[in-house]
């Protein structure tokens, strides 16, 4: 006990992390390309990072928005989304190239938590696939993940 108390009452404020360090994730939200105000799910969704596989947590879902990590070791992330519309029993799998270009920034938190990546000067784009249009183009920061960065319209 009294171990535990001389453990504690030696440590400072700042040697327990109690901030969110969380590198931020990009986040898509999926609207209909016809009526621009109604989120549209992107049905049996999947998706990858060029050369990779699938990211399994997004694959055979049916979802309107999405998080995805960027690379913090690059300049540049390319992702594929593929949708999956079952029209009677035949599938048409839908591929999309969605490409995002960014200044990765590494900033300090605190002495605990150390540092995070934050994403400066990014800007999208994307094959003419089922991906109709996308906004905005270019972004500032991505310097959190508490809304939706793009809006994707399909």
Same mark, same amino acid.
């Given at each position: 006990?009294?171990? $535990?108390?001389?453990?504690?009452?030696? $440590?400072?404020?700042?040697?327990? $992390?109690?901030?969110?360090?969380?590198?931020?994730?990009?986040?898509?939200?999926?609207?209909?390309? @016809?009526?621009?105000?109604?989120?549209?799910?992107?049905?049996?969704?999947?998706?990858?990072?060029?050369?990779?596989?699938?990211?399994?947590?997004?694959?055979?879902?049916?979802?309107?928005?999405?998080?995805?990590?960027?690379?913090?070791?690059?300049?540049?992330?390319?992702?594929?989304?593929?949708?999956?519309?079952?029209?009677?029993?035949?599938?048409?799998?839908? %591929?999309?190239?969605? %490409?995002?270009?960014?200044?990765?920034?590494?900033?300090?938190?605190?002495?605990? $938590?150390?540092?995070?990546?934050?994403? @400066?000067?990014?800007?999208?784009?994307?094959?003419?696939?089922?991906?109709?249009?996308?906004?905005?183009?270019?972004?500032?920061?991505?310097? @959190?993940?508490? %809304?939706?960065?793009?809006?994707?319209?399909?």
């Amino acid at each position: 006990m009294i171990l $535990c108390t001389a453990i504690f009452s030696g $440590c400072e404020k700042d040697d327990f $992390c109690t901030k969110d360090p969380v590198t931020p994730k990009l986040v898509l939200r999926f609207y209909d390309a @016809n009526d621009r105000n109604q989120l549209k799910k992107a049905e049996r969704l999947s998706i990858w990072a060029a050369g990779k596989d699938t990211i399994p947590t997004y694959r055979s879902v049916a979802l309107d928005s999405v998080a995805i990590p960027l690379n913090t070791t690059t300049i540049e992330t390319v992702y594929h989304l593929k949708i999956n519309d079952f029209d009677g029993n035949l599938a048409s799998n839908e %591929t999309a190239t969605f %490409t995002i270009q960014y200044t990765p920034e590494e900033e300090f938190v605190s002495r605990s $938590c150390g540092f995070r990546v934050i994403f @400066n000067d990014v800007g999208f784009s994307t094959d003419t696939s089922w991906i109709q249009d996308f906004t905005p183009a270019l972004l500032t920061t991505i310097d @959190n993940q508490s %809304t939706a960065h793009v809006q994707i319209f399909h």
